[in-house]
């Protein structure tokens, strides 16, 4: 079955960087697009960060993230990564790796990896 599963989370101070990585496995990606999403609190909603269509390399990226954040796909590793430099109090969060078919809904999440940056 398919399967996403996160690395990379810890702990940071404010102003340095991380990088996560998300393994995809269980099926073939060329038609999806990959993203990362973030909760910042229990009972939030998840937030949106970056997506990666697999095979196109375009991206997106939400606003708060912008060009502090990069996202990026390994092809032979079968791995999406996001790079996250500068970071903020407000980017403490579990993040989540997501996988869906372009142009339609995420069906597939991982587990997502804890995320925090202290002052």
């Known amino acids: 079955q398919v399967q996403l599963v996160e690395s990379g989370g810890g702990l940071v101070q404010a102003g340095g960087s991380l990088r996560l990585s998300c393994a995809a496995s269980?099926?073939?990606?060329?038609?999806?697009?990959m993203g990362w999403f973030r909760r910042q609190a229990p009972g939030k909603e998840r937030e949106f960060v970056a997506?990666?269509?697999?095979?196109?390399?375009?991206?997106s990226y939400a606003d708060s993230v912008k060009g502090r954040f990069t996202i990026s796909r390994n092809i032979a590793k079968n791995t999406i990564d996001l790079q996250m430099n500068s970071l903020k109090l407000e980017d403490t969060a579990v993040y989540f790796c997501?996988?869906?078919?372009?142009?339609?809904?995420?069906?597939?999440w991982g587990q997502g990896t804890q995320v925090t940056v202290s002052s």
């Open positions: 997506s990666i269509e697999w095979t196109g390399s375009r991206t």
């Open positions: 269980g099926r073939t990606f060329s038609r999806y697009r």
């Open positions: 997501a996988g869906g078919l372009v142009g339609r809904a995420y069906e597939y």
